[in-house]
């Protein structure tokens, strides 16, 4: 079965970092689209970057200037660097490949990591 692995979550006070990983299979990386999602407590799962087969990226608002995604495609392995973390970025983070072309009906997510902020 095909996995993404993450990994990097934790407990970290206001203001803090935090770096995510993510292992993808050989074969995705340098033909998928990578990104990171979160579903904070009670709420939908919202996306928080994206970095594209051809090395664009994209971030939501709530994030930017703070969060940064990179990918090694020597490490098979997509980060999400989180700086001045906030509470409202509490939440269970996931990384996600997607098919460039077939979007949603080609993609695979990792099991989650939970990421919590609070004094």
């Known amino acids: 079965q095909v996995q993404l692995v993450e990994s990097g979550g934790g407990l970290v006070q206001p203001g803090g970092s935090l770096r995510l990983s993510c292992v993808a299979p050989?074969?995705?990386?340098?033909?998928?689209?990578m990104g990171w999602y979160r579903q904070p407590p009670g709420k939908q799962r919202e996306l928080v970057a994206l970095?594209?087969?051809?090395?664009?990226?994209d971030y939501a608002d709530s994030v930017k200037g703070r969060f940064t995604i990179s990918r090694d495609n020597e490490k098979r392995t997509v980060y999400l660097q989180m700086n001045s973390l906030k509470p409202e970025d509490t939440a269970v983070y996931f990384c996600?490949?997607?098919?460039?072309?077939?979007?949603?009906?080609?993609?695979?997510w990792g099991q989650g990591t939970q990421v919590t902020v609070s004094s």
């Open positions: 970095v594209m087969r051809g090395g664009s990226m």
């Open positions: 996600n490949a997607q098919h460039p072309i077939l979007k949603d009906r080609l993609q695979i």
């Open positions: 050989e074969s995705f990386l340098g033909l998928y689209d």
